[in-house]
T-cell receptor, first 115, second 111 residues
């Protein structure tokens, strides 16, 4: 059974703290994505990566960075958390070749609250 | 203009009726289109994808694509209460390798 695992389901952090969200997939997928989901705004793409050590900005990269040192692992980093980064964060993976790129497998999500 | 638009709903249909969900997109270069279902408190799961103009049927679900009109829809026949969820339209902007989601349409099937 395919699996995308996010390390933390719920996190509470303070403003200014550094936050790491980890995501691991076991499907040997090339593509990995980080989205945030907010009521009324839907899923918004933060960053994505189609290969190890590669990263591409999505639509809302400001305040975030990512790391992909291994194919199966894609980390989202909030260098200095702010209250407007309180959200549900969803990691996803897919095969590289279009049109398969859009067939995403999602993790269970990480709900981050920044106080 | 938002890249992928959907009616936010909520859309309410009686059990057994046809639910019709609509989506428009702005990037004419988009090549592939996806429908995801998201139950409350859960992650999205893929239910349909379509790449060519026309209809694609899978059980009670039919996806329809019209690239000229930049329009994609999802029909759910014989709607069941278990179909109550938010339906997300997603578009693969192949020129950028990005997958962009619409805001979702909330569907409620009334027994």
């Amino acid at each position: 059974d395919v699996k995308v695992t996010q390390s933390s389901r719920y996190l509470v952090k303070r403003t200014g703290e550094k936050v790491f969200l980890e995501c691991v997939q076991d499907m040997d997928h090339e593509n990995m994505f980080w989205y945030r989901q907010d009521p009324g705004l839907g899923l918004r793409l933060i960053y994505f990566s189609y290969d190890v050590k590669m990263k591409e900005k999505g639509d809302i990269p400001e305040g975030y960075s990512v790391s992909r040192e291994k194919k199966e692992r894609f980390s989202l980093i909030l260098e200095s958390a702010s209250t407007n980064q309180t959200s549900m964060y969803l990691c996803a993976s897919s095969l590289l070749a279009a049109p398969n790129t859009g067939e995403l497998f999602f993790g269970e999500g990480s709900r981050l609250t920044v106080l | 203009q938002k890249e992928v638009e959907q009616n936010s709903g909520p859309l309410s249909v009686p059990e057994g009726a046809i639910a019709s969900l609509n989506c428009t997109y702005s990037d004419r270069g988009s090549q592939s289109f996806f429908w995801y279902r998201q139950y409350s408190g859960k992650s999205p799961e893929l239910i349909m994808f379509i790449y060519s103009n026309g209809d694609k049927e899978d059980g009670r679900f039919t996806a329809q694509l019209n690239k000229a009109s930049q329009y994609v829809s999802l029909l759910i026949r014989d709607s069941q209460p278990s179909d109550s969820a938010t339906y997300l339209c997603a578009v693969n902007q192949t020129s950028y390798d990005k997958v962009i989601f619409g805001p979702g349409t909330s569907l409620s099937v009334i027994p």
